[in-house]
């Protein structure tokens, strides 16, 4: 149960487009299409932003996107906003009954 | 709309034991336990369906910690034995949807120190 590997910061300029990254294994990221992403503010809970590598849950913006490629998803912001700075984990299904995430994603707008 | 509290959290010394709870606002789900230390990232700990008959954990926790629940009262449990400093971690339950945790409780602290 290895950790899924994210970049530890990433940034971008309000408006502009930023994408994180999230590789797993075969036996993780790239055995299902059980990815989902999480946005997380300081001193709250993890917020679900996309499930099933793609689809996004009721009232979260356009502006959020998943996709995957063999052992990697990305999660893509794009139109940036103040409110998108916060830290994002990958998670994956793993198959043998477990869960795993990432190790997070410090996301800065500048 | 799902609303799901933790409580159960505090000070426990190392090899101590201590019992979570998660309220589930009168619904009967499939839960997970997550965990995060202080000013680190996410770590998945465990799962329960919700008809209680499948229960699985992470390498971390396994003999350790037991999820357990009791449907009739919408709550869910997770008895933590054992402990030492790595346990240490705000700990949240949420509710799983298609393989993913779509609604997260506030969390309960829990940290072990003597």
């Known amino acids: 149960q290895s950790a899924l590997t994210q970049p530890p910061s990433a940034s971008g300029s309000p408006g502009q487009s930023v994408t994180i990254s999230c590789t797993g294994t075969s036996s993780d990221v790239g055995g299902h299409n059980y990815v989902s992403w999480y946005q997380q503010h300081p001193g709250q809970a993890p917020k679900l932003i996309i499930y099933?590598?793609?689809e996004r849950p009721s009232g979260v913006p356009d502006r959020f996107s998943g996709s995957k490629s063999a052992n990697t998803a990305s999660l893509s912001v794009s139109g940036l906003q103040a409110e998108d700075e916060a830290d994002y984990y990958c998670?994956?299904?793993?198959?043998?009954?477990?869960?795993?995430f990432g190790g997070g994603t410090k996301l800065t707008v500048l | 709309q799902v609303q799901l509290v933790e409580s159960g959290g505090g000070v426990v010394q190392p090899g101590g034991s201590l019992r979570l709870s998660c309220g589930t606002s009168g619904f009967i789900l499939t839960m997970h336990w997550v965990r995060q230390a202080p000013g680190k990232g996410l770590e998945w700990v465990a799962f329960t369906r919700n008809d209680g008959n499948d229960k699985y954990y992470a390498d971390s926790v396994k003999g350790r910690f037991t999820v357990s629940r009791d449907n009739s009262k919408k709550m869910v449990y997770l008895q933590m034995n054992s402990l030492t400093v790595e346990d240490t971690a705000i700990y949240y339950c949420a509710k799983d949807d298609h393989w993913a945790l779509d609604y997260w409780g506030q969390g309960t602290l829990v940290t072990v120190s003597s």
């Open positions: 099933e590598v793609s």
């Open positions: 998670c994956s299904y793993v198959g043998s009954k477990s869960w795993v």
